[in-house]
């Protein structure tokens, strides 16, 4: 394995995490906030990391190796998360350990959390938060092979370690084509998620936030009280939709859009995840229809989304239903 390749695509892959933050950087100033000064640093610790690694790296003519190819994906989701979680810890937000863990939770689109109270925040690090979410769901190392041509040459090493299962499947020739396409396909579900949240009545800053942990599956939200704030049906149907469209496979759709609908019909996989989500609903709406003295359109919403944040202790199922709280769901959940 050759490690001056290593370095030298580890030090692109932090120069572009650093210039995704000049975003909420930019946010930071237009409203006035502190959290410009933690931005600001965590800028110049990714350039600098970039230029420490690109100096010691340097590019060769041949392809990749899986060797290659896997340490740069591994050590490019921890650099990631490294960088990731300093905005947190330089502005004082979280310390450390939680700063590093939000990190990863936002990263791998897990969307738990340890901050208690999401409204006091920043709205820079509130979308600084949501944009690791939707950096994570399509991958970063798919989205620095869509973002660098000279790198689509020879990586499909770092690919095939990046994307696993079915979702591997070509449908372009050439790997720089798919991750463009791929690329544009994620950034238009997001633009049309934005603007859906928009007409729902969100502010332009929470529906940015949420169609950006939407369309990555992940969950992040802006509020204490997650998509619960709203109450509001129409918005809890829509973020269930887009969450249920970001699960399937991008390489599909794009096939649809090529040669038409008939594609999801011959798709095993897709038919399969929908046969799982469906039966997994069906369920679990038994379940809450009967704890809720059947009241099945009640049962049925609270199914498809969980409206608040995970209990912080442990309680029982009486104790959840006497408070009022509603369940986890089997589609999608904020936090």
Not at 165 to 186: A, I, K, Q, S, W
Not at 196 to 202: K, P
Not at 239 to 261: E, H, R, S
Request: glycine share 12%.
């Amino acid at each position: 394995m050759d490690l001056h390749v290593v370095c030298r695509f580890l030090g692109k892959i932090s120069f572009i995490q650093g210039l995704t933050m000049l975003i909420p950087l930019g946010i930071a100033f237009w409203c006035g906030e502190e959290s410009a000064v933690p931005f600001i640093l965590t800028i110049g610790a990714a350039v600098a990391v970039s230029f420490l690694c690109q100096r010691r790296g340097h590019v060769r003519t041949k392809a990749l190796t899986i060797r290659e190819g896997i340490a740069i994906t591994g050590l490019g989701w921890l650099l990631a998360t490294g960088l990731g979680m300093l905005p947190y810890v330089l502005g004082g937000y979280l310390g450390i350990l939680d700063g590093l863990f939000e990190s990863i939770s936002g990263f791998t689109g897990t969307g738990a959390t340890v901050i208690e109270d999401l409204e006091v925040l920043p709205n820079s690090i509130l979308f600084w938060r949501s944009m690791t979410h939707w950096l994570g769901g399509l991958g970063i190392v798919v989205i620095f092979i869509a973002l660098l041509p000279e790198a689509g040459q020879s990586t499909m090493s770092m690919y095939n370690a990046e994307v696993a299962g079915p979702t591997r499947e070509r449908v372009l020739p050439r790997l720089h084509d798919m991750t463009n396409v791929l690329f544009r396909m994620y950034s238009g579900f997001t633009l049309i998620a934005l603007v859906i949240f928009l007409l729902c009545g969100m502010d332009f800053i929470n529906a940015l936030n949420h169609a950006l942990s939407t369309i990555s599956a992940g969950g992040f939200s802006t509020f204490n009280a997650s998509v619960a704030h709203f109450d509001d049906s129409v918005v809890e149907g829509w973020i269930t939709f887009f969450m249920i469209l970001a699960g399937g496979n991008f390489g599909l759709y794009y096939q649809v859009y090529q040669k038409g609908p008939g594609v999801l019909r011959r798709n095993t996989e897709f038919k399969a995840y929908l046969l799982i989500l469906g039966v997994v609903t069906l369920l679990i709406m038994m379940n809450l229809a009967y704890a809720f003295g059947g009241e099945w359109m009640t049962a049925f919403r609270y199914t498809l989304h969980s409206r608040s944040r995970p209990l912080r202790r442990r309680a029982s199922y009486r104790q959840i239903m006497i408070r009022g709280r509603p369940f986890p769901s089997c589609c999608c959940s904020f936090s």
